[in-house]
């Protein structure tokens, strides 16, 4: 899933750092649909025009952060 996005987010990368380091960008297949403030508003304006699972919301700024999730505590 997000093959074509994953690849094109790695092969602009540089370039998003430097002009979009602190916003959040919405891609879908080889474009760059959206860059945003917020995740918020991303996701929102993003909902409007596509079903979920249908695009990637990346942030230069969060590439070199690493999601961490802890253990599963069943009830």
Request: net charge positive; hydrophobic share 35%; charged share 30%.
């Amino acid at each position: 899933m997000f093959e074509k996005e994953n690849a094109f987010y790695n092969a602009h990368k540089e370039e998003f750092h430097k002009r979009y380091p602190t916003k959040q960008l919405v891609i879908v297949g080889e474009a760059l649909i959206g860059i945003y403030d917020t995740p918020k508003d991303a996701l929102t304006d993003a909902l409007k025009h596509f079903k979920p699972g249908g695009f990637m919301m990346r942030s230069p700024a969060n590439d070199d952060k690493r999601l961490k999730i802890g253990p599963i505590i069943r009830i």
